[in-house]
């Protein structure tokens, strides 16, 4: 697609349960970012991939949380034994890798746990 | 620690007039490049505008500048000619070279809200 595509865009899941976020980056962009938003935030990086590899997943809040990319373009991101905590929109970006280009963002995921 | 400050929660501006959203940032690293990230309430991150720490002329994209005072480690988001749509967030971000030469991720500001008013 033309743009970063994520799914679902709304998600309402009940405490304990887990969950899982898509995210479908640009066609041929290597790296692959999550991040989480907290209401009236910033975004907050969670971990990055540079195409298959996990480079870094030090905003990773708890264990619960695991990302993939096992073919260096789809990602997901999974949170276990959900807590009303991780109520957030998850946004997912990704951009070609140089340096001096942007980042693109997709439409983000909102996340809810009652 | 590497920080984004945007001193602004809120902005009032009247529909075609100029107004600067300001940031400023703080790090010891030579090498970061700012960046300007519109987000309307339908929540997508729209990227605005770059700047290079080693750029020497300010960036311009269309109705967007950004006033780089790299001594004073300020990054400022002037906008022309407002117009209803430019109501939003404003994100002020930053991004530093990971080990390898490739791009980190982004450390953003809270956001400024602009409304503008007709």
């Given at each position: 697609?033309?743009?970063?595509?994520?799914?679902?865009?709304?998600?309402?899941?009940?405490?304990?349960?887990?969950?899982?976020?898509?995210?479908?980056?640009?066609?041929g962009?290597?790296?692959?970012?999550?991040?989480?938003?907290?209401?009236?935030?910033?975004?907050?990086?969670?971990?990055?991939?540079?195409?298959?590899?996990?480079l870094?997943?030090?905003?990773?809040?708890?264990?619960?949380?695991?990302?993939?990319?096992?073919?260096?373009s789809?990602s997901?991101?999974?949170?276990?034994?959900?807590?009303?905590?991780?109520?957030?929109?998850?946004?997912?970006?990704?951009?070609?890798?140089?340096?001096?280009?942007?980042?693109?963002?997709?439409?983000?995921?909102?996340?809810?746990?009652? | 620690?590497?920080?984004?400050?945007?001193?602004?929660?809120?902005?009032?501006?009247?529909?075609k007039?100029?107004?600067?959203?300001?940031?400023?940032?703080?790090?010891?690293?030579?090498?970061?490049?700012?960046?300007?990230?519109?987000?309307?309430?339908?929540?997508?991150?729209?990227?605005?505008?770059?700047?290079?720490?080693?750029?020497?002329?300010?960036?311009?994209?269309?109705?967007?500048?950004?006033?780089?005072?790299?001594a004073?480690?300020?990054?400022?988001?002037?906008?022309?000619?407002?117009?209803?749509?430019?109501?939003?967030?404003?994100?002020?971000?930053?991004?530093?070279?990971?080990?390898?030469g490739?791009?980190?991720?982004?450390i953003?500001?809270?956001?400024?809200?602009?409304?503008?008013?007709?």
């Open positions: 697609g033309a743009g970063v595509s994520q799914s679902p865009r709304y998600k309402v899941a009940k405490r304990g349960q887990d969950v899982a976020l898509r995210c479908d980056p640009i066609s962009h290597v790296s692959l970012f999550w991040y989480q938003q907290a209401l009236g935030q910033g975004p907050e990086f969670l971990t990055y991939f540079q195409n298959e590899a996990q870094d997943k030090s905003g990773l809040p708890s264990d619960r949380f695991f990302a993939e990319r096992p073919e260096g789809v997901t991101l999974k949170i276990q034994r959900t807590q009303q905590e991780d109520s957030a929109v998850y946004l997912c970006a990704s951009s070609s890798g140089n340096f001096n280009q942007p980042q693109h963002f997709g439409d983000g995921t909102r996340l809810s746990i009652l | 620690a590497q920080k984004i400050t945007q001193t602004q929660p809120g902005m009032f501006v009247q529909e007039e100029a107004v600067t959203l300001d940031c400023t940032y703080d790090t010891s690293d030579q090498s970061y490049g700012l960046f300007w990230y519109k987000q309307p309430s339908s929540g997508e991150m729209i990227f605005l505008i770059y700047q290079g720490s080693y750029d020497e002329q300010n960036a311009t994209e269309g109705r967007y500048s950004l006033n780089f005072q790299k004073r480690k300020s990054a400022n988001l002037v906008i022309s000619a407002s117009q209803l749509g430019d109501s939003a967030m404003y994100f002020c971000a930053m991004r530093f070279l990971n080990y390898g490739s791009q980190g991720n982004l953003f500001g809270k956001g400024t809200k602009l409304s503008v008013k007709p």
